[in-house]
């Protein structure tokens, strides 16, 4: 069964870069047509789908964040990452790494004005 792990800041100032990673474990980041996604959820708002790195490393933002987005990842500790740059108090949300139906908990990233 996978399993994924979010890690990172809990706590990241206005205009700096978010960064979080997702440990894999129960299955290889890639295993080829495998890919793996990042969704994020402002407090009392729906879900927002943010990209996703597939099995190859190809790459595939939402069009409204891929200006502030990029994912890589570390296949030796297979992990994948997210980085999103020049944040606002906006982007205040929990952020999931998912795979398929697997998710990871998610962890509150909280940006301070």
């Known amino acids: 069964q996978v399993q994924l792990q979010e890690s990172g800041p809990g706590l990241v100032k206005s205009s700096q870069t978010l960064s979080l990673t997702c440990t894999v474990s129960?299955?290889?980041?890639?295993?080829?047509?495998?890919?793996w996604s990042w969704i994020r959820q402002p407090p009392g708002k729906g879900l927002e789908w943010m990209g996703v790195i597939a099995y190859d490393g190809s790459t595939y933002y939402s069009p409204s964040l891929k200006s502030r987005t990029s994912i890589s990842r570390n296949t030796h500790k297979n992990q994948f990452s997210l980085q999103l740059r020049s944040v606002t108090p906006e982007d205040t949300a929990v952020y999931y790494c998912s795979f398929r139906t697997y998710w990871g908990k998610g962890t509150l990233v909280t940006v301070s004005a």
């Open positions: 129960g299955g290889s980041i890639t295993t080829h047509y495998y890919a």
